[in-house]
Each structure stands twice: as structure tokens, then as C-alpha cells.
């Protein structure tokens, strides 16, 4: 799979794209490396720069302890994108049977990955700190390649069961990111735990 190639279809024109990959031999680990692997990194990888020249050196003797809470904050972002993305097709896939759809655990981790591009790639506005709320734009996107993923139809839904399928797969990504987020706050924000880094 050429990754830039992919990105640029599933962003440009999205309705073929699904048609495309509906169809495409895959693997998990296919779509994980280097798809996921890479994209992941990006709001990731913004995030820690951003943070480090922007915020960083602004904080009286943050020096190095700043920069290494933010590299791991970093790192552990990325290892949970990673285990988000991967839950999200486990959970799809899991709810098929509700919605009249076709369980298939490769097609539900097609749908949970590739509708998840947006958001990574808008990730880079992580770079500037004040920029980082356009993330959004790439999240609202991404839920409307979910929304043509479905309607493809990945999972075999039926039309009448799509916008259910759909909502209720934006809730689970909610509540996936709000957990995230609830992880990285208590690792980061207790500051006993973060002198020691």
C-alpha cells in the first residue's frame, strides 16, 4: 500500500476510496504498519514540539524536566492512539449483530483505521500550541468517513440502520477519548508522580 497515496484518496475522495478498500486483502498488521504506525505519530510527534517550543521555555527552571514530561506524555499519547484505533474496530465489529450488519473483524478495523486519517493528520496543528482547537476540523471529517464507510457499505448495514450504527460508533470513540484522556491526566497531573521525572 503506498501510505501518501492512500491518505491523500481517503481525504479527496473518499466515496471510491471505501469502494477500493472494501474489496482490498488486508491484514491487521497491514493497516498497523506502516499506516498507523506513522500516522499516529503526527499529532503525537506535533504535540511534544509544540509543547517544548512553545510552552517549554517559558517555564522558570523547566529546562530539561519539561521537555522530558513531555516527551513521555508523547509517547504515551501515541501508544494509546494506537490501542483507541485498534479497540474501535474490536468494538464496531462487536456491534454488527445490533444493526443487522456482517460481523467481519478485518472490514470493522478497515473502517475504525482509515476513517481515523483526518484526525491524524490534523494533529500537525498540535505544532502551534494556539492552533491545536483545529484538530476538531479533522475529527468532524473523520466522522464523515465513518458515516461514508458505513454507507458503502463496509459492514453490509442496511440503509435504515446506518445513521444508528453510526451514532452509536461515535459514542464509543467518545468514550474511548474521554478514557484517554481521564489515563493521560492522572499519569500527568499529579505532581508527586511528575518530579520524579
Not at 136 to 143: D, P, Q, R
Request: proline share 6%; no cysteine.
Amino acid at each position: 500500500m503506498n501510505l501518501v497515496g492512500r491518505v491523500q484518496a481517503i481525504l479527496l475522495k473518499p466515496k471510491e476510496e471505501w469502494i477500493k478498500i472494501k474489496d482490498e486483502p488486508a491484514t491487521i498488521k497491514d493497516l498497523f504498519v506502516p499506516y498507523v504506525v506513522i500516522l499516529a505519530a503526527i499529532p503525537a510527534v506535533a504535540q511534544f514540539l509544540g509543547t517544548v517550543l512553545f510552552i517549554g521555555f517559558r517555564i522558570p527552571g523547566g529546562g530539561g524536566t519539561w521537555t522530558t514530561r513531555a516527551l513521555l506524555y508523547a509517547i504515551f499519547s501515541y501508544i494509546l492512539s494506537l490501542v483507541v484505533v485498534y479497540a474501535f474496530g474490536f468494538i464496531i465489529n462487536a456491534l454488527a449483530p445490533n444493526f443487522a450488519s456482517t460481523q467481519n473483524q478485518m472490514t470493522a478495523m478497515k473502517l475504525a483505521v482509515y476513517s481515523m486519517t483526518p484526525v491524524w493528520i490534523a494533529g500537525i496543528f498540535n505544532l502551534i500550541p494556539a492552533l491545536g482547537v483545529l484538530s476538531i476540523l479533522g475529527s468532524l471529517y473523520g466522522l464523515y468517513l465513518l458515516y461514508l464507510g458505513f454507507s458503502t457499505p463496509l459492514m453490509g448495514t442496511p440503509k435504515d440502520k446506518v445513521p444508528g450504527y453510526v451514532i452509536v460508533s461515535i459514542v464509543v470513540m467518545i468514550v474511548l477519548m474521554v478514557v484517554v484522556g481521564v489515563i493521560l491526566g492522572a499519569a500527568f497531573a499529579i505532581r508527586g508522580v511528575m518530579a520524579f521525572f
